[in-house]
């Protein structure tokens, strides 16, 4: 049976919808069927990194006006990649009215809320029964807010994302406490991942230096202050960190975030997504 992964955070802008993407991308390299999903209703963004408008959104699914081949979308018509496997992305679309309808806040419609969050649950099956996905990838949206959570519910695992140096620490400690911990008791795995770590971004002359040591997994520069903080998270939530990403400043401009480790294979990006790789598919 595949997995559900959600990559969650609880601050804006740590790097959920880059490191989905080249998650997703790395896993279908690997000759994994994997189902990538948009599911930041609030804010989408994975339309435009692909530059593609569909004719159907999840949006559409979840209202049972479109079925699951009508909103998957093979990636060889996006992308001019050949995976081993098999990439496929679901959009969705976040207008105003769309996400009232999402909400059934229109006329405060809680029957409509619920048949959503069914048809929810329904897809997540429906991809792991029938198409046999290996991997469903979700993207969220950031916080506590109401497909966030429905997304962390019906994952297997949970990577939420912490960006250094911007960290709301208490915000984030509520978050786990209130949500992250009951779906760990009921047996789902979370996990954090520190991203945008000190190691990388350095004086042009310590470069070299720098990349052997992040290659060999020793990020020597990596900030105390940040160590600091990271031991008060896993003291108090028992969330381990799986995985260290150091701020890679050369790749934070580019507009297609998806295409990063396909355009720089050898970038240490790529090293730390691959090592991500390597975690998940060792996790019981
Ligand atoms: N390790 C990294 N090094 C450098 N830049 C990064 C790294 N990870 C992400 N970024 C950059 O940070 C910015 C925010 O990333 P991204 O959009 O993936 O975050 P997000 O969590 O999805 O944001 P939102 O909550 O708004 O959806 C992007 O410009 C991205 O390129
Ligand atoms: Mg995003």
Excluded at 70 to 95: A, P
Excluded at 133 to 157: C, E, H, K, L, Q
Excluded at 168 to 197: A, F, P, Q, W
Aim: charged fraction near 25%.
């Amino acid at each position: 049976m595949g997995k559900c992964i959600s990559f969650h955070s609880y601050k804006g802008g740590t790097g959920k919808t880059t490191l989905a993407a080249n998650f997703s991308y790395l896993l279908a390299s690997k000759g994994y069927k994997v189902y990538l999903l948009d599911l930041d209703f609030y804010a989408p963004s994975l339309y435009s990194y692909f530059n593609f408008e569909p004719q159907f959104w999840i949006n559409d699914y979840l209202r049972n006006k479109a079925d699951l081949d009508d909103i998957m979308i093979d990636s060889r018509s996006l992308i001019d990649f050949k995976f081993e496997g098999n990439l496929s992305v679901g959009f969705s679309k976040g207008g105003k009215e769309d996400i009232y309808q999402l909400e059934g806040s229109l006329l405060n419609d809680k029957e409509q809320q619920v048949r959503q969050f069914r048809n929810f649950i329904a897809m997540r099956e429906d991809l792991l029964v029938n198409k046999e996905a290996d991997f469903i990838v979700m993207d969220t949206s950031p916080g506590i807010r109401y497909w966030s959570i429905n997304s962390i519910v019906i994952s297997d695992i949970v990577l939420l994302t912490l960006k250094m140096g911007d960290l709301d620490l208490r915000g984030t400690i509520k978050m786990i406490k209130e949500i992250y911990s009951s779906l760990i008791e009921h047996g789902s795995v979370c996990k954090l991942l520190l991203n945008r770590v000190a190691g990388y971004c350095v004086p042009h002359s310590d470069l070299d230096s720098v990349n052997k040591n992040i290659m060999s997994g020793d990020s020597v520069y990596k900030n105390k202050i940040d160590r600091e903080l990271e031991k008060i998270v896993n003291g108090l939530v028992k969330v381990d960190t799986m995985l260290e990403i150091p701020c890679y400043c050369d790749i934070q401009f580019k507009e297609k975030e998806f295409l990063t480790i396909h355009e720089f294979p050898e970038h240490p990006f790529t090293t730390k997504i691959k090592d991500l790789v390597n975690q998940v598919e060792n996790l019981d």
